[in-house]
């Protein structure tokens, strides 16, 4: 029964995750866009991803500009873009790694950005971890339902914001860059 009920909630879990990407990509979210300061948003982000940090041996550093870093868009979404993308470097990265949470400027466009110091993804990989229920080899023996990055991907496409992903020399590093806000 407890078996059942596990894969009860993981499939309801699946659903959720892909209702909400659909709302997202219907693009119901606008109306709810506000300028919003990046580095506030990664602050309280930070303070409640370090103690699972701590707990797991890693180190979660935050990293924020000294001048605002303002985006035109739904502050819940945002947060759930900096979270997914924290909460996926703490669970695909080994004790001793140092994730970096940031709220910057990119080539002068407002970013949000997290990189580590883990194993990193396989160039050729790089671009199917936004595919809905992709799971690359090394994390199939973890949690999840493969659909964290697909919803950042959305999240972002909704804000007129590109998502990368790159080598970080060791690890990988994600970017949002988003558009600037209108004046």
Same mark, same amino acid.
């Given at each position: 029964? *407890? ?14 995750? =892909?209702?909400?990407?659909? !709302? ?7 109306? #709810?866009? !506000? #300028? ?12 409640? &991803? ?8 890693? &180190? =979660? !550093? ?12 739904? $502050?819940?979404?945002?947060?759930? =873009?900096?979270?997914? %993308?924290?909460?996926?470097? %703490? #669970? ?11 709220? /910057? ?18 160039? *050729?990989?790089?671009?199917?971890? &936004? ?10 023996? /973890? ?7 697909? =919803? ?17 020399? $060791? ?6 860059? &988003? $558009?600037? $806000?209108?004046?």
């Amino acid at each position: 029964a *407890e078996a059942a009920l596990a894969q009860t909630e993981d499939i309801i879990s699946t659903f959720n995750a =892909l209702l909400r990407i659909a !709302q997202i990509e219907a693009g119901d979210r606008r109306e #709810r866009f !506000q #300028r919003t300061d990046l580095r506030s948003l990664v602050t309280n982000v930070h303070e409640a &991803f370090e103690p699972s940090a701590e707990d797991a041996g890693q &180190f =979660l !550093q935050l990293k924020t500009s000294d001048q605002p870093v303002t985006v035109l868009g739904d $502050p819940d979404l945002l947060m759930q =873009l900096a979270s997914n %993308l924290v909460e996926n470097a %703490l #669970r695909h990265t080994p004790k001793g790694t140092t994730i970096a949470l940031e709220a /910057t400027y990119l080539g002068g466009l407002p970013a949000l950005c997290v990189s580590d110091t883990g194993p990193g993804i396989a160039s *050729e990989d790089r671009e199917k971890v &936004f595919r809905r229920f992709y799971r690359g080899e090394k994390s199939r023996t /973890t949690g999840g339902n493969g659909l964290g990055l697909s =919803l950042c991907k959305a999240i972002t496409e909704l804000h007129h914001a590109n998502l990368e992903v790159s080598d970080n020399h $060791p690890g990988l590093r994600i970017e949002a860059r &988003f $558009p600037p $806000p209108a004046k």
